[in-house]
């Protein structure tokens, strides 16, 4: 194995040219990771999302980058970990001057009401309370158009709203910004962020329908609730949703 860590100030850093998968790849490594290491590829061959999705992962200057943690609260905390990683990284971008991004309830970034970045959360182990988990985030910056042909819902390059930023500068900001997280999430839960869902929800207040496997539940987005459950109101009460699989579409 030729692959060259690199290390940082928390954690190590390699840069891969053709991977399956970048969580695939800390997974298979995870008995030698440290909490922070970063994998980060240029084409995956094997890019996955939620629930045997796949993730387009084509060459062309896109994100395709994972995290490796570990932390002692147990699985239950988790649906609230990812639901923070998509609310930081979408301050994050807003930060950098990308006013436009917003979240999608559980794990996407949103950008023109069009999917830019997707986030996936995988487990790889718990011993007694210690689980282990890699954080995996793709970015679309200048994928070619004829990747629609292959993805079944509205997508959108970063570049395409006229503000240039560097790849490198962005891949760094957004290690710094997961490490950042991660730490803050170990100190204070998720309960700090929920209050901070709502203004970046685009879907908060508007009618959505819910497909649960092949059911379909209508209702009004209204936020989330303090484990990260959406919050679905329907004819005068708020119901909680936060089962693995469910997809959100506006009604
Ligand atoms: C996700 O899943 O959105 C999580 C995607 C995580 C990808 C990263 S890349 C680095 C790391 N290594 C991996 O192997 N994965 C992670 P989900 O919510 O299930 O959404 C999947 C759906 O998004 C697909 O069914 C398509 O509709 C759509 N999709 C696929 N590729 C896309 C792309 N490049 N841009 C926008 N949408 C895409």
Redesign the pocket.
Known sequence: ETAIWARLPYGRLVVISVIN????YLIDRIGILEPGDVCTAEY?T??????G?????PFGK?I???IYWRFEQGQSATSGLSIMVGIVIAEMLQRLGFEGVRVKWP??IYLNNS?LA???LEITGQVGNVIHFVI???M?LN?PGS?SDM???D?INLQEVGITIDRNALVAELINTLRQTLQQFERDGFAPFVNRWQSLDNFYNCPVKLIIGNQEIRGISSGINTNGALLLEQDGEYHAYSDGDISLRLA
């Open positions: 998968s970048t969580n695939q995956q094997q890019g996955r999302g939620r629930r999705r796949k993730w387009l992962s896109n395709y980058l994972s794990n996407d999917k997707g986030i996936l995996g985030v793709g679309n994928m990747a993805i079944d819902q997508w």
